[in-house]
């Protein structure tokens, strides 16, 4: 019996060699496995079910407990290792035994014959087993030891839909299976004998009986003490099993859409995303009316998001509020002002007059309802004051603005066919807070504006500048001394060694509340409303958002140091008075102002209200007038600086502007016809 076993081993040996060339083994069970999201540490944040609905994830034998490894082995396997899939004396063995005592006593399965039986699960007959043995040499032979041992790690079944060994510990112990206890490794170990028998949720006592056998067998062994082994007895078994873990459940169930393999690291810092998660819910539960917060830490060298929070509860909102378009208030300030000091036609200690002034039909507002009299433009930004910037808008112009920040990446939502105008200033556009974190992370980067970087290893772009150095730094000095939020000393006092420029917004009828605080290393930034955009009386970007804000940077690391003045401060944004020429910003006159000695852009092609038809390179396209450069927008979007020629993508209407360097534009509606 033992020298035809042997001889039949070898031969299982040689034939698996030639099936291995002729049949290969089927491997999708193992490449079906469930997607898993990590932080960048490889700390687990989310995994998700494989198509088939189970919860297979792929485990490193390296990342296993060592403990669970030697029981493993004791248990089911001891020569593993050391036989090439099958093992001749365990199966002489359980021979042995069944012949003397008329029932199967021990199993001669190896580890290996197991994997080949997870892979290709066949009904129990003497031809299954036989081909179960050649696929273990098989598999044996391809995948190595450690191949084999993770593959028997991540199918081993363990009760209801969890496969593998990281599976069922998450669900049965709420924990990685790298450091369990003599307990949990045995508990482990028993369940895939009979997992559906064994579990410990519907069939306690059995599990318990399983699990102190595996105890006893690893105290007989010398893999544990004999008093350890006894003390495990008396340790509780799990009476239900556990979520799956969900840290930043919406950014994870996006990227894992996007997955091409099954895991996919992140830039996310685990540590302070479940910081972050613990303080937004906690926050969330004194609003009585279902409003949710959306947070986001970027940090500002390389654009990695480290913190990312899509709302304040995942199960009552799914929708991801980075993302959503909402009004900006008035976040988009800082901007303009970035842009017009680049242009020299603002300085920060140009005077302003804050009183109110219709332009056109539209007369804004304060926040207070009130006006404030004359003042530097400083000052009217740090108390984000609506007129002083408006006027600001109509220095820079509303397209330009927007066209700017269209080609720095961000995402802007106006209604079909309007054209950007004053109310930007003041939120008049849907906006993510994904882009604004983005562009504020710009400002931090002296105006270089890049976008964001989810994935661990990912590059940033190269970026596109919005404003130069002077401008943006500027402006963030005047932001860190804005006026602190409730319960905040000043934003520019020393927290953690940090000065944070930061701006709030608060949409029209109180339907959002923003909060973007740049430091050196960090942007943080944060939204609060209902997902539903129901109005939210008396709560304000200061009082609701801001807070938050300069909690959240309490919890960042410390800064790696001061923000650098500019090596040559340029148009003396940053030291003395301003030229004659910005000494004050005062109105246009009535028949326009010094602003229209320039003739503004005309079309000359095509004109508002024609019919086109494109002809070779597309529709042509004519201006005269205005300060260049003159740029062209179709549809909002803009086309290549110089353009001469727009192609449509079809037939129907489309709106053409062009806009000059003063941000000063003309439009004309067209339609576009093409030939039958």
């Not at 792929?58 to 082995?73: H, T």
């Not at 001891?78 to 004396?89: E, K, S, T």
């Not at 302070?272 to 500002?300: C, G, H, I, K, Y």
Request: aromatic share 6%.
């Amino acid at each position: 019996m033992k020298r035809l076993l042997t001889i039949g081993a070898l031969v299982l040996v040689v034939a698996a060699g030639f099936a291995d060339l002729l049949l290969p083994p089927d491997l999708g069970r193992l490449q079906g496995a469930s997607v898993v999201v990590e932080d960048r540490a490889g700390r687990l944040l989310r995994p998700f079910a494989s198509p088939d609905g189970t919860w297979r994830m792929g485990a490193d034998p390296a990342r296993v407990s060592p403990l669970y490894l030697s029981m493993l082995r004791e248990m089911e396997d001891r020569r593993f290792g050391w036989h090439p899939g099958i093992d001749p004396l365990a199966m002489i063995r359980a021979s042995v035994q069944m012949l003397a005592r008329g029932r199967v006593v021990s199993g001669g399965s190896t580890l290996t014959m197991q994997l080949a039986r997870l892979l290709t699960p066949k009904p129990r007959t003497l031809g299954a087993k036989l081909t179960e043995m050649a696929r273990a040499v098989q598999l044996q032979m391809r995948l190595g030891r450690d191949g084999v041992l993770a593959g028997y790690l991540t199918l081993a079944p363990f009760g209801g839909a969890l496969e593998g060994v990281r599976a069922a510990s998450l669900a049965w112990f709420g924990r990685e299976p790298d450091h369990l206890s003599p307990a949990q490794a045995a508990l482990l170990v028993a369940l895939p004998q009979s997992p559906e028998r064994l579990r410990p949720d519907r069939n306690p006592v059995a599990a318990k009986a399983a699990r102190d056998r595996v105890l006893d067998r690893a105290a007989q062994a010398g893999i544990i003490a004999a008093d350890v082994a006894a003390s495990a007895k008396d340790e509780a078994l799990p009476v239900a099993m556990l979520d799956m873990p969900m840290v930043a459940p919406h950014l994870s169930s996006r990227l894992a859409a996007q997955a091409s393999g099954t895991v996919v690291r992140t830039t996310i810092d685990g540590t302070l995303q479940r910081t972050a998660e613990n303080m937004v819910e906690t926050q969330s539960r004194f609003w009585p009316d279902n409003a949710e917060m959306a947070v986001m830490v970027v940090a500002n060298d390389g654009r990695r998001v480290v913190v990312h929070v899509g709302s304040a509860q995942w199960r009552r909102c799914q929708i991801d509020l980075t993302r959503a378009m909402r009004s900006p208030g008035s976040t988009l300030k800082p901007f303009i002002y970035a842009l017009a000091f680049d242009d020299l036609s603002l300085h920060p200690a140009t005077l302003v007059v804050d009183s109110p002034r219709r332009f056109g039909t539209w007369m804004p507002r304060n926040f207070d309802q009130d006006s404030h009299g004359e003042m530097p433009v400083r000052e009217a930004l740090q108390r984000s004051l609506n007129v002083p910037a408006v006027q600001a808008l109509e220095l820079v112009g509303p397209a330009r603005l927007a066209t700017l920040l269209r080609q720095s990446g961000a995402e802007l939502a106006f209604p079909p066919l309007a054209e950007p105008s004053l109310p930007l200033a003041l939120g008049g556009v849907g906006m993510k807070l994904a882009d604004l974190v983005m562009l504020y992370a710009g400002l931090g980067e002296d105006g270089r504006v890049r976008k964001l970087v989810t994935l661990e290893g990912q590059k940033p772009d190269s970026g596109t500048v919005l404003v130069g150095q002077a401008a943006a730094r500027a402006v963030l000095r005047i932001l860190e001394a804005a006026p602190a939020p409730p319960g905040v000393v000043s934003a520019n006092v020393a927290r953690r060694g940090r000065a944070i420029a930061f701006k709030t917004g608060t949409s029209y009828g109180f339907r959002d509340a923003w909060a973007i605080g740049v430091s050196k290393d960090y942007t943080v930034g944060v939204w609060v409303g209902r997902p539903d955009g129901v109005p939210r009386p008396g709560e304000y970007g200061l009082a609701s958002a801001a807070p938050m804000l300069f909690q959240i940077f309490d919890q960042l690391p410390p800064e790696s140091g001061a923000r650098p003045m500019p090596a040559q401060p340029d148009h003396a944004l940053y030291h003395g008075q301003p030229p004659l020429a910005l000494a004050r910003l005062r109105p246009p006159d009535d028949d326009g102002g010094p602003r229209e000695r320039t003739q503004r852009p005309r079309l000359l092609f095509p004109l508002d209200g024609s019919e086109v038809e494109p002809i070779g390179a597309g529709i042509a396209l004519m201006a005269q007038g205005g300060t260049p450069p003159l740029r062209w927008l179709a549809d909002g979007r803009p086309l290549p600086l110089g353009a001469g020629f727009w192609q449509p993508e079809g037939p129907g209407f489309s709106r053409l502007t062009v806009v000059d360097s003063q941000g000063r534009q003309a439009s004309a509606t067209i339609r576009v016809v093409t030939q039958p």
